[in-house]
């Protein structure tokens, strides 16, 4: 059973910056799309970033493009988020999710999730 762990969550002001961290408790196969999600209370989990663990390719959403940067270490089975330049609005618990083969930003096409992170964003 594959088990992901995130951690790096906290409290930040406005303009500062955080990195979140997801752990697999196994190699992910070579197909595997690992993205990040966030949810604020009420409303639909929302896509954030992806990378593919086979050649490292990402897409990010608009709201986080140029701000945020999602990468992997296969020797540690982790992917980051670092959030730059952070804003209110990005408050929310943010999720890591992987999932095979393509890309999606539809959080039903990700099978496995971790227990996800708070990031709080003074303003």
């Known amino acids: 059973q594959v088990q992901l762990v995130e951690s790096g969550g906290g409290l930040v002001q406005a303009g500062g910056s955080l990195s979140l961290s997801c752990t697999t408790s196994?190699?992910?196969?070579?197909?595997?799309?690992t993205g990040w999600f966030r949810q604020v209370a009420g409303k639909e989990r929302e896509f954030v970033a992806a990378?593919?663990?086979?050649?490292?390719?990402?897409s990010y959403a608009e709201s986080v493009k140029g701000r945020f940067t999602i990468s992997r270490d296969n020797t540690k089975n982790t992917v980051y988020l670092q959030m730059n330049g952070l804003k209110f609005e990005d408050t929310a618990v943010y999720y890591c999710?992987?999932?095979?083969?393509?890309?999606?930003?539809?959080?039903?096409?990700?099978?496995?999730w971790g227990q996800g992170t708070q990031v709080t964003v003074s303003s």
């Open positions: 990378i593919r663990w086979s050649g490292g390719s990402t």
């Open positions: 196994v190699l992910p196969f070579s197909s595997a799309v």
């Open positions: 999710a992987m999932k095979r083969f393509a890309y999606s930003i539809s959080e039903r096409d990700y099978g496995y």
